[in-house]
């Protein structure tokens, strides 16, 4: 980020002891959208995100399950650019609470998650790995995108994560899946024919203020830096072990460029055979090319965010990446 000029600061001084926010972060975001769009930022974050699930076909079929819930009062709102993708209101009832849910017919997840899937969009005879894989929600959607056919590999490394994890395999009708307790980084040891690959990669959360308050203050530059260089080192294990041709989604739960576009643009100057692909569904808006004034690989304006003020969602980033060769 370029040098904050002594207006800004103090501009965003003021905002950030109005809003409860660290005041690095308000300089960001008035130094990337303006002071109108920051001000609507803020006011989204502090408004309840709508409750979204995905219906399960590897259980029961979309029609059956949304007439079953349907007929207990959950209220259905098909979003358009996920096939099994819907907006639900439960009326004050907890969403798991169903029967339905126990039984894994539909799984509630969030929009921009859902969209990461739907993205990558793995046919049923891939190798498909999840880096990042528990809780379970984005690998289940792959099994079922894969119609239980082919290899699904979770990877996992926090050990207390495990268990969710395969709860929600399990409960799903997820066979095609290889579960896996290690480090990501070293994704190239298992030497398989890695036809695509999913890394919604660990990071500061920015994007998750209106689901968590807490991280208007949780989180420091630092932090952010350090969530940079671990998503690096993902990003450029998931490129090495990627096959030639292959395809893979980058996704983060963060607003921060500097772990969205400044990584993958680090990853295009590293590998120059990789390059970003166009996304074929409607949705969000176009990445960030220039962030901050810094120029960066043109092509990031084919990447994808989800931003509270303007799609009612967690802040969210998705990037298609293609591997022409050994890049």
């Not at 609470?97 to 899937?117: K, R």
Request: charged share 25%.
């Amino acid at each position: 980020m370029k040098k904050v000029s002594k207006i800004l600061r103090e501009k965003a001084k003021v905002i950030a002891k109005e809003h409860g926010y660290l005041q690095y972060m308000i300089e960001r975001y008035l130094s990337l959208w303006g002071e109108e769009e920051t001000l609507r930022f803020i006011e989204a974050c502090d408004q309840p995100l709508r409750t979204a699930i995905r219906m399960n076909t590897l259980k029961h079929p979309t029609e059956g399950t949304v007439k079953k819930i349907s007929s207990k009062g959950v209220d259905l709102e098909k979003i358009p650019w996920l096939e099994d993708g819907f907006y639900a209101d439960f009326h004050g009832y907890s969403p798991g609470a169903l029967l339905e849910h126990m039984l894994g017919f539909y799984y509630v997840q969030g929009v921009p998650s859902m969209t990461a899937v739907a993205v990558l969009n793995p046919e049923p005879g891939d190798v498909v790995v999840d880096m990042a894989a528990a809780p379970g929600g984005k690998t289940t959607h792959l099994s079922q995108l894969m119609q239980n056919q082919g290899t699904l590999i979770a990877l996992e490394q926090d050990r207390l994560r495990m268990g969710s994890l395969t709860s929600n395999i399990m409960r799903c009708g997820v066979e095609n899946a290889i579960v896996f307790r290690g480090d990501a980084k070293k994704l190239e040891e298992l030497d398989f024919q890695i036809d695509k690959i999913l890394l919604d990669a660990p990071c500061s959360g920015e994007g998750l203020i209106p689901l968590d308050p807490t991280r208007k203050t949780s989180k420091t530059m630092a932090d952010i830096r350090f969530c940079a260089t671990v998503e690096n080192e993902l990003l450029d294990a998931a490129v090495r072990a990627l096959r030639p041709g292959g395809e893979m989604v980058y996704s983060t739960c963060t607003i921060a460029p500097e772990e969205n576009e400044y990584v993958v643009d680090d990853m295009l100057t590293r590998h120059p055979g990789l390059r970003v692909a166009p996304i074929s569904l409607e949705f969000g808006t176009p990445g960030y090319s220039s962030p901050y004034g810094v120029s960066m690989h043109e092509s990031l304006s084919l990447a994808r965010r989800f931003l509270p003020h303007l799609h009612g969602t967690e802040g969210f980033f998705i990037c298609r990446l293609v591997k022409e060769d050994r890049a």
